[in-house]
Structure formats: structure tokens, C-alpha cells
């Protein structure tokens, strides 16, 4: 049983309720088992934490069956809709289309679907589209043997347990280690298999899956949930105690949007991102700590390089000076960091200026008298 919440935009003035989503099974007529889905209205008062109440008027309940030969075995929500995962790991979308003050209900197919059943799911949406357009829409489960799929993709094939933020995929191992996957990357089309044939693919063929930071974590311990917002991942102990926990990602993210907040000069962001070291600070700046550092830091993938630690921070700087620039007022500073970057990303930084030359000429011009260009220009 699910309920969903429609958003802001669904609502549009009107006054929605909230829909109950109900999965079940029922002998038909010839005695044979059955799933189905029943959709209803409710009416709840979250304030005086009343319980749930079927209004006796209004829109009449709907139901929806299981094809024969096909099994329902479990419904999750996801954004402004829910979901109902078959025995198989196919995905269909409980659609509530809200057309001035009435709903219509639907079961819809949908072009992606999990390599098996998993009993923990979770889909996750692109920034750039809505949370009801599963055309960009991923799934994410975990199967009782610890496989973690992407749709059809094995990203992990030893997770206890996992959550998706609006920033990162964080997972838990059976080593005892949080992972964390930075979730832009999840969403590149060109290696995202939305066939509903074929198998999955083994993570050595996604480089997309090689998580950005690997940490320690108490053993047995299981992900609850992550709050970016105040940077810190909720984790359940094999005790039974919930603890919270500060990831680097998470903090590193939140430092560069403040440092952008309170710095705002192009000068200074030019002098900071020319000015970073690809230095482990831990040895080189205070190699005290080395005394406290954990045994498992030596075994980091290969992409926790050196030149990882600058193309991460140069990459935050490019989202965050996006975000907040107005007028291209940043252009400088963003096109800093493209080449700042290890390689130097020449290709996007020509990239950014070509259409807003005729936009936005004198701030094109300026930048295109700088080093940044001349630089871009003869290796292009």
C-alpha cells in the first residue's frame, strides 16, 4: 500500500486529495489467483493526525488487473506516481492524470525495467525533467543475494543496502564500506540499456559506476536515509542505534556553493582554481593525521587520484557559477574552471562561448582576449 501526494503543479489551484494505492490478489471466477491494483481517493488530516477516511461521494474507486500469466508482486511510489514491479522486474506506472476536478486513473508500460524482482526499489529522476516523466526516469533495486541494479545494469553485486539523493547513489557493502556514485552520471542515455530484452551488464563495462569516494563504515551497518541539507547520511547499527554520519561529498559540495556565496569576485575564483595542487593534504600539509588514518584509505580506487581531487573541485565550481550567474557575469571564472580541469576541458570551453557570441558580444570579446581562448584556439 502506497499514497500519493500530488505535487504543485499537478494541484493547479484546485483542491486534490491524496490517492491510496492498494496491491492485491483474488480468486476470479474460474478460481484462479489473480493481482490487481485498487485506486481511491482519501481524505486525511495530517494536523490532527486523523486516520484515513474513504469519502462516501465524489470519484468511485478504480481497479486494474494483472494480464494472465503475469505476476504483481510489489508496489512502490516514485515522485508524483507509483509504480508496480511484476515477478519478472518489469516496471508499470500507476498514472493519476488530474483534468480540472477529477482524476483519471491508468496502469501505464514504460520503457524500463529491473534484470530481476527486487524486493527494495527506488526510481530516481533526471534535474532536468518532471518527477512524473519516466521517458528520463531510472530504476534502482536490490535483490535479496545483494545485486544493485540500474534498470538492467549491475552497478554492485555486494550491497546491504542503499538510497538515492538529488547528488549521489550511496550504498553499503558487505565489506563494510559507503560508496557513493555521483547520480548525474547514472543518467548518460548512450550506456543506459531501456531495451526490455537483453542482460545485465557487468560493472567493469560501466565506467559510470566507479564510485567517487569509498569509506568505512561499522560493520553490519545499514544506509536509512541521506539529508543533503544538512549533510549527513543516516545509518542504522547493527545494535539497533541510528547514528549520523558527515561524508566528504557532501560537505565538499556545501563548502564550494558557500565559498561562491561568500567570495562572489572573478578574480578571486581565477586565483583559486589556478591555485589548486593535485597534494593528498593529509600527507603533504598535515601529515599528523596520517596517525588516525585508516587502513582502508590505502586500498581507494584509481580514480581517487591526485587530478581527481582538482577535476572534482573545478567541476563544483562550474555547476555552482552556473547556478548563480546572471547575465553571463561569471563567464570568466566558469571558463577558468573548464581549463583548469586535468586535462584541460578545451572542447567545452569553446563550446560555451559559440552561441553567446551574438548574445552577449562584449562579454564574449572579453573573455576571448583573456589566455583562456588563445589557449582553447590553438589546440582546437
Known amino acids: 500500500m502506497i499514497i500519493i501526494e500530488p505535487t504543485d503543479d499537478q494541484r493547479n489551484g484546485h483542491v486534490y486529495s491524496p490517492v491510496l494505492v492498494v496491491l492485491f490478489s483474488e480468486l476470479d471466477s474460474t478460481n484462479k489467483l489473480r493481482d490487481g491494483v485498487h485506486i481511491q481517493r482519501i481524505r486525511t488530516d495530517a494536523a490532527e493526525q486523523a486516520p484515513l477516511e474513504i469519502p462516501s461521494e465524489g470519484q468511485k474507486p478504480s481497479r486494474f488487473y494483472a494480464s494472465e500469466g503475469e505476476e504483481w508482486w510489489k508496489i512502490f511510489p516514485g515522485g508524483a506516481c507509483g509504480y508496480v514491479q511484476t515477478s519478472q522486474g518489469l516496471i508499470k506506472k500507476v498514472s493519476c492524470k488530474q483534468e480540472g476536478p477529477s482524476i483519471d486513473f491508468a496502469i501505464e508500460n514504460i520503457s524500463f525495467r529491473l534484470a530481476e524482482f527486487c524486493p527494495i526499489v527506488q526510481c530516481i529522476h533526471s534535474h532536468s525533467i518532471s518527477s512524473d516523466d519516466s521517458r528520463q526516469s531510472r530504476a534502482l533495486g536490490l535483490t535479496a543475494s545483494g545485486k544493485l541494479f540500474l534498470n538492467q545494469e549491475l552497478v554492485a553485486n555486494d550491497c546491504s543496502s542503499f538510497t538515492a539523493d538529488s547528488d549521489h547513489l550511496l550504498y553499503t557493502t558487505f565489506s563494510h564500506q559507503l ?109 599528523i593525521v596520517q596517525n588516525w588514518k585508516s587502513s582502508h584509505v590505502k586500498e581507494l580506487p584509481s580514480s581517487m587520484s591526485d587530478d581527481q581531487k582538482i577535476n572534482t573541485v573545478c567541476d563544483l565550481m562550474v555547476q555552482q557559477l552556473m547556478q548563480k550567474q546572471v547575465q553571463w557575469g561569471y563567464i570568466n571564472s566558469i571558463l577558468t574552471a573548464m581549463v583548469c580541469r586535468k586535462p584541460p576541458d578545451y572542447k567545452s570551453a569553446l563550446g560555451l562561448l559559440t552561441p553567446l557570441r551574438s548574445e552577449f558580444p562584449d562579454k564574449v570579446e572579453d573573455a576571448s582576449s583573456t589566455y583562456l581562448l588563445e589557449r582553447c584556439e590553438r589546440v582546437v
Not at 563504515?217 to 549533510?231: A, D, F, L, Q
Open 179 to 287: 560508496k557513493f556514485i555521483e547520480l548525474s552520471g547514472l543518467f548518460q542515455s548512450e550506456n543506459v540499456s531501456s531495451d526490455l530484452g537483453g542482460s545485465a551488464v557487468e560493472p567493469s563495462q560501466a565506467a559510470r559506476f566507479t564510485p567517487s569516494m569509498v569509506r568505512a563504515v561499522e560493520r553490519g551497518s545499514m544506509i536509512i536515509t541521506s539529508v543533503p541539507s544538512s549533510m549527513k547520511v543516516i545509518l542504522q547499527m547493527p545494535r539497533g542505534n541510528l547514528e549520523a554520519i558527515h561524508p566528504r561529498p557532501m560537505f565538499l559540495e556545501e563548502g564550494v556553493a558557500g565559498l561562491v556565496t561568500q567570495v562572489d569576485n572573478n578574480d578571486h575564483f581565477g586565483l583559486f582554481l589556478s591555485s589548486l595542487k593535485p597534494l593528498d593534504v593529509t600527507a603533504e600539509l598535515y601529515p
